[in-house]
């Protein structure tokens, strides 16, 4: 049984569909035990009426709610009976296998690092995403929590990407790949530079070399190495554009009577297509490094995305990825030396 603690007040849409996404999760695994993390009343209240195993969901209470726009650091030493203080707590002390929370970015962040703690030898946890490609999905990593990072922090984040692809998602042998402006291995700017020979000379990963921005779409590699600021411009833009093809496929197609008829032929087929690149069935984007899990997923997440991000975390702790993460820092301290 896998304990998730979900954050029930955080996102725009709680806590209703933070709770309709606790009741999918439960309802769909009977391996899964869901915490939700919230004003006691208002969970209640939505939980009323429900169809739900009663044993496999829980109530954990907390009197407060950390806004988006207070600043991290400060709603995480004052606000202790926040939802996401409280909810990562019960990760920190055991009581729960897993964190998920659609609130406060920059919370999620600070509450991980200094609430459930690195892993010994983690320099700096990455968020990262699946994103939708042509040949399935890749790991984007670094998304949005270390801008400015450094090349041991990319060794690192390549590494780690790659364990999760292999053991969370399946895929034998993930090719690795560093974001930069051209394929050859002298162009980039000085942190690409840098980290490009360190991660020639890991023996651990499947580096593949650089990877252009218009590349990734077409599923160019399985983990896509950055920094957070170059992985959340990708990130942002990528949703963008997504959206916005998606508008102007559905308007065209009822632009005139033909396109209305050819239209309800294609729907079937074009659905399903699209489905495939709808981010949210993929879950949330985990931050890896940490001595437990934390998933952190849209602000705008419904019931859907919660669902797939509280599965999400099942298979995380049944492949181990943690004890893998400490097996692959204990290769790169070995190579160093």
Request: glycine share 10%.
């Amino acid at each position: 049984m896998i304990k998730v603690a979900v954050d029930a007040m955080g996102g725009d849409y709680a806590p209703s569909q933070m709770v309709a996404g606790a009741i999918a999760a439960a309802n769909l695994r009977k391996d899964i035990q869901v915490v939700l993390v919230g004003r006691k009343e208002d969970v209640e209240k939505e939980l009323s009426g429900k169809d739900y195993p009663h044993d496999r969901i829980q109530i954990a209470h907390a009197s407060e709610v950390i806004a988006t726009e207070e600043p991290p650091v400060n709603a995480i030493r004052k606000k202790k009976d926040s939802s996401i203080v409280v909810g990562m707590n019960l990760v920190k002390k055991g009581e729960a296998d897993a964190f998920v929370s659609a609130g406060s970015s920059g919370a999620v962040l600070v509450g991980g690092q200094v609430i459930v703690g690195r892993i010994k030898g983690v320099e700096r946890p990455p968020l990262a995403p699946l994103i939708p490609t042509e040949k399935g999905v890749s790991l984007l990593i670094d998304c949005g929590a270390n801008v400015d990072a450094r090349p041991s922090h990319l060794v690192q984040f390549a590494r780690m990407g790659s364990i999760y692809m292999e053991h969370v998602m399946g895929v034998k042998n993930p090719r690795v790949a560093i974001v930069n402006i051209g394929a050859e291995e002298e162009k980039g700017n000085a942190l690409v530079k840098e980290t490009f020979p360190l991660l020639k000379a890991c023996t651990d990963i499947n580096f593949t070399g650089s990877i252009e921005a218009r590349e990734i779409p077409h599923g160019g590699a399985d983990v896509i190495v950055c920094e957070a600021f170059v992985g959340n411009v990708i990130l942002k833009l990528y949703e963008g554009v997504g959206a916005t093809l998606i508008s102007k496929v559905k308007a065209g197609m009822m632009t005139s009577l033909k396109s209305k008829i050819g239209a309800l032929l294609v729907k079937p087929a074009l659905k399903e297509t699209l489905k495939s690149f709808d981010a949210s069935q993929y879950g949330g984007a985990p931050l890896l490094g940490l001595k437990g899990l934390v998933v952190k997923t849209h602000g705008n997440s419904k019931a859907n995305e919660v669902c797939n991000s509280i599965i999400q975390c099942v298979t995380f702790k049944e492949q181990g990825i943690n004890e893998k993460i400490k097996e692959s820092l204990s290769i790169e301290t070995q190579e160093q030396n």
